[in-house]
């Protein structure tokens, strides 16, 4: 069974730092692009960031430069550093698995998904 598992969620301090990561079992991840997106209460699910196969990542505006994205491809990992977080970064983060190598922003694109870690940051 395909699995996502993410942790590294918690409750933090406006201006502080987590890192989230995201484990695959179940088969290998390695020729998938990887996605993190997030969802507000009452919101819809929002792109975070991308990293395709290669190592490639792009992110959505709200968090460049702060948080940054990257895979381990033999542990079959991904992980989600998130710096300098803010209030408005509160929300359900999810891991998801590609249909294709390459980083994409849609959801659509996305067929496999974990169950959620929540990021919560005071002010």
């Known amino acids: 069974q395909v699995q996502l598992a993410e942790s590294g969620g918690g409750l933090v301090q406006a201006g502080g730092s987590l890192r989230l990561s995201c484990a695959a079992s179940g088969r290998a991840f390695s020729n998938n692009a990887m996605g993190w997106f997030r969802q507000a209460p009452g919101k819809e699910r929002d792109f975070v960031a991308t990293?395709?196969?290669?190592?490639?990542?792009y992110y959505a505006d709200s968090v460049k430069g702060r948080f940054t994205i990257s895979r381990d491809n033999a542990q079959n990992t991904v992980y989600l550093q998130m710096n300098s977080l803010k209030p408005a970064d509160t929300a359900v983060y999810y891991c998801?698995?590609?249909?294709?190598?390459?980083?994409?922003?849609?959801?659509?694109?996305?067929?496999?998904w974990g169950q959620g870690t929540q990021v919560t940051v005071s002010s």
């Open positions: 990293i395709g196969w290669s190592g490639s990542p």
């Open positions: 998801a698995a590609a249909r294709t190598p390459f980083r994409n922003v849609a959801t659509p694109e996305y067929d496999c």
